[in-house]
């Protein structure tokens, strides 16, 4: 190889370093931080009765599913479905508390159209039914209250 010959493959070896640090830099800000957790998070918050997968909420932050299950797992402790089931019955128990809507109207409120499972699903989160959990907290609140 002439001088001429090894300048330009050198010069082509620099670029190409240059580009993969580049890429590097760009890759690692696109991945998702605590920050980007915590905004998919903050979504899951207001939006925990809508019916959502994991794919349509990688895709609307824009990250691939498997990682953003990851990346959730490692910031919250917990999986993206046992958070939203957190949410979810944490938001039947206040509702069962607090009003006298149906055990029905509740599970619709709270993203469930299928009653049977909502009651599964209440009873293994709470150790009982909703209509146990509705008679044990009322009493235990007029019992205070008196």
Same mark, same amino acid.
């Given at each position: 190889m002439t001088d001429g010959n090894l300048a330009i493959a050198g @010069? *082509?070896?620099a670029k190409r370093i240059e580009i993969n640090r580049t890429f590097r830099?760009?890759?690692?800000?696109k991945?998702?931080?605590a920050e980007t957790v915590m905004q998919v998070k903050a979504y899951l918050? =207001?939006?925990? %009765? %809508?019916k959502? %997968? !994991?794919d349509q909420l990688a895709q609307m932050f824009f990250i691939s599913p498997f990682y !953003? @299950? *990851?990346q959730f797992h490692k910031h919250t402790g917990y999986s993206i479905r046992q958070y939203i089931l957190q !949410? =979810?019955?944490?938001e039947a128990e206040n509702i069962l508390i607090f009003s006298d809507l149906s055990i029905k109207e509740i599970a619709l409120k709270c993203g469930y159209d299928n009653l049977p499972y909502f009651y599964s699903l209440f009873r293994k989160y709470a150790h009982c039914t909703p209509a146990e959990y509705r008679r044990q907290y009322t009493k235990t609140d007029q019992k205070k209250s008196s």
């Open positions: @010069s *082509r070896s830099v760009l890759s690692k800000e991945l998702p931080s918050d =207001q939006h925990y %009765s %809508s959502i %997968s !994991l !953003l @299950s *990851r !949410l =979810q019955m944490g």
